[in-house]
């Protein structure tokens, strides 16, 4: 049996039975960087990500992307298999941020061992209540915060997981976590710069103030 | 031991230490139309409704209210002990719609109950990710609102350029037409078609229902 099934968060309260129907119907999926792991036409399964990091989005009314959450290395996630679930009826879509390697295990053994082991039912919906989390919190950014708002939450929150003040990001990288447009951010940040918040270099972002930032986020 | 509190979804799968406990710490609470139930301050407990219909928003720092699923006699819902939720970690409202009288589990006992009953913590799970689709949904309304009513446009305006109640074209075609995704459109074609107002063949569509589809362009 493949050392990488024991990662699996249920493994362990698999009995042998439905530790070899796993065994036998999962695959390893490589997806290069950019390309569409999963759509609403498709069901793939249960993922476990080996390696790489993984972006799962909405479409807009023109076909724009709303991102949802992201997910990595160490993570699961069980939207994928959503045809399985009779509890989900909304459709997601999935891309590869890099590339990437995972544990799939098929739809149907993933409804099968939901169906028949307590844990691993419970393991489902847990994971699907952290997604719900991660979602109320896109949902209240893009509905009640203001872009810059967004923007400045952003710069705020990279700063504190980094420790650093340097954000080497693009502008168009930064769209794309605040759900915004490239020219939007590029406008936003030459504001911020003028009022002194930020710095900007080629490439990457320097916050000058970081309580100006906060301040910011929190006006009404 | 009261006749109601076998109506909580989980009764059954108590042991009698849980259900003596369960008797010893649950309340009535009668609110009447228009109160506040709940609100973030507070944690009330996992909530079983006997009578009457229940609100669930979120609000934003200016105090809009977004509404994000309604729930009535017979159903349940443990958004209103996230306290005791770890998963759950933003705050949501309720209100009484109408005079409502609810079974409250209190949200010490509810945790007590989840932390030692693989089936009581599934089903708090369950409930969770049907509140996360309930909520999809509102947020796929409220991005995508414009979408469905462009969509009726286009459908109605070809009807009365052609006279005709079959528009052949693919949901790719229709979606260049009104600037959208083939998915987009797809997925409305499908509400639509569930909701009566079209009928769905093979690179065609056909109109069922001129006025509903008049009455959604209609509706603010």
């Given amino acids: 049996m493949d050392d990488y099934l024991n990662l699996l968060p249920y493994w362990d309260k698999l009995n042998e039975n439905?530790?070899?129907?796993?065994?036998?119907?999962?695959?390893?999926?490589?997806?290069?960087?950019g390309s569409k792991i999963f759509g609403s036409e498709s069901c793939l399964g249960m993922i476990y990500?080996?390696?790489?990091?993984?972006?799962?989005?909405?479409?807009?009314?023109?076909?724009?992307?709303?991102?949802?959450?992201?997910?990595?290395?160490?993570?699961?996630?069980?939207?994928?298999?959503?045809?399985?679930?009779?509890?989900?009826?909304?459709?997601?879509?999935?891309?590869?941020?890099?590339?990437?390697?995972?544990?799939?295990?098929?739809?149907?053994?993933?409804?099968?061992?939901?169906?028949?082991?307590?844990y691993v039912r419970c393991y489902m919906y847990e994971s699907l209540s952290e997604r719900f989390s991660s979602v109320m919190w896109t949902m209240q950014q893009i509905l009640f915060l203001r872009m810059d708002q967004r923007l400045a939450t952003f710069l705020v929150s990279e700063y504190e997981r980094t420790g650093r003040d340097e954000i080497n990001m693009t502008h168009e990288q930064i769209a794309v976590y605040i759900n915004s447009a490239r020219e939007v951010v590029a406008r936003m940040m030459k504001r911020f710069s003028t009022d002194g918040l930020v710095?900007?270099?080629?490439?990457?972002?320097?916050?000058?103030?970081?309580e100006g930032l906060k301040n910011l986020i929190r006006e009404v």
Avoid at 18 to 33: D, Q, S, V, Y
């Fill in 18 to 33: 439905e530790k070899a129907l796993t065994a036998e119907n999962h695959t390893i999926r490589k997806f290069t960087k």
């Fill in 49 to 118: 990500v080996l390696s790489g990091n993984i972006r799962v989005y909405i479409l807009s009314e023109e076909g724009r992307e709303i991102t949802l959450f992201r997910f990595k290395k160490g993570d699961s996630c069980v939207l994928s298999s959503s045809c399985a679930i009779n509890q989900i009826n909304f459709d997601t879509y999935m891309e590869a941020e890099t590339d990437c390697e995972l544990l799939v295990v098929n739809s149907s053994t993933f409804k099968f061992l939901t169906d028949n082991n307590i």
């Fill in 199 to 210: 710095e900007l270099k080629r490439g990457k972002v320097i916050i000058s103030d970081v």
